[in-house]
Every structure is written in C-alpha cells, then in structure tokens.
C-alpha cells in the first residue's frame, strides 16, 4: 500500500507541475496577449493623437498662409517728375536729386511715409501742386491714394522745403503685387 501510495503520489505531484506548467504558459500567454494589446493600443493612441496633431498643423498653416496672403506686400518702382523751377531732393543740403520713392513693403490697410526736399530753383515764388498718371496696372488707383503735406503752399526763391508723402493702400486690394506711378510736382 505505501508503494502504491507513493506512486500515486508522484503521478499526482507530476499531475499537478504539469497543471502549474500549462497554467503558467497560459498566464505568460495571457500577460504576453496583454502587453502586445497594450502596445497595439499605445501605437494606435499615439498614431491618432499625432493624425489630429498634423491635422491641426495643416488647418493652421492653411490660415496663416491666407492671412499672408491677404496681406500681400507691394512694390512701387514709380519715377517723380517735376514741372517749373523746382527740383526734388533726398537730403535737405539738395546734393542727392529724388527720381523715385521707394515705398518699401506695403501692406493692405497701412499708410507709407517718405520724406524728400522739394527747392524752388527759380526767381520768383511759386506754388506747389501734385499729380499722378501712368498706373500701372491701371486699376490700382484705386486702392492706392498718395498725398502730401504741401499742396498750395507757396516757396520762395532758392528756398528748401521738407516734403512729407503718404501712399496710403486700402484693406481692399487685391490681386496688385507690384504697380508703379508717376508723381508729377509742379511749381507754378
């Protein structure tokens, strides 16, 4: 009986290390099925998360992108020229003469500002107007809109005057990258 015990006793403990094997290979299935879910789904959380990420890059450089757009820079290569005795200057010393004004960047809804020397060459006073033509296209008068701070007013002989000119370009425009004019100044 004890040997017939004994054995039964070792079939059962074999029994049940062979139960606490399958058992464990399941629990290490289990675990392993787990982690690798657990991976597939942190994949899947984070290819999500960067997708709305990209999504939400594209809707805003799409934006910006627009609001440049809208904000178009202009470029004025415009010539001046002047009619009577008077002659425009870059320097209040009248060493450098003005052919054009560089306007610089321009953009929708803002006011340029230069400043120039405007002297009367002649003998007598004169007065001072301005006008413009050639635009080019021809359209973008009216968008744009210059003025200056000495229209009638009256210059003395051989006197120097400090001219302030304002391109002023509206919120509207749209489809003008660059355009040019003639600023015509007449001393009369």
Same mark, same amino acid.
């Given at each position: 009986m004890k040997t017939l015990l004994k054995q039964n006793l070792k079939e059962l403990t074999k029994y049940i290390q062979e139960k606490?094997?399958?058992?464990k290979n399941q629990i290490l299935h289990l675990t392993s099925f787990s982690i690798s879910h657990f991976r597939q789904r942190k994949t899947l959380m984070l290819t999500s998360a960067l997708s709305v990420f990209t999504i939400i890059n594209l $809707?805003?450089?799409?934006?910006?992108?627009?609001?440049?757009? $809208?904000?178009?820079n202009l470029y004025n290569y415009g010539s001046i020229e002047t009619l009577g005795k008077i002659n425009v200057y870059t320097d209040s010393g009248c060493i450098t003469k003005a052919t054009t004004i560089d306007w610089g960047?321009? =953009?929708?809804?803002? $006011?340029? =500002?230069?400043?120039?020397?405007?002297?009367?060459? !002649? +003998? %007598?006073n004169l007065y001072l107007t301005i006008n413009t033509d050639n635009w080019t296209?021809?359209?973008?008068?009216?968008?744009?809109?210059?003025?200056?701070?000495?229209? !009638?007013?009256?210059?003395? %002989?051989?006197?120097?005057?400090?001219?302030?000119?304002?391109?002023?370009? %509206?919120? +509207?425009?749209?489809?003008?990258? +660059?355009? %040019?004019? +003639?600023?015509?100044l007449t001393g009369s």
């Open positions: 606490i094997k399958t058992a $809707v805003l450089l799409t934006t910006i992108g627009a609001q440049l757009t $809208v904000g178009t960047t321009l =953009t929708p809804g803002t $006011v340029a =500002t230069k400043i120039l020397y405007i002297k009367n060459e !002649g +003998n %007598s296209p021809s359209v973008a008068d009216n968008y744009l809109v210059l003025n200056w701070n000495l229209e !009638g007013i009256e210059i003395a %002989s051989n006197q120097v005057i400090q001219a302030r000119f304002g391109l002023s370009v %509206s919120r +509207n425009i749209g489809g003008i990258n +660059n355009f %040019s004019f +003639n600023i015509i």
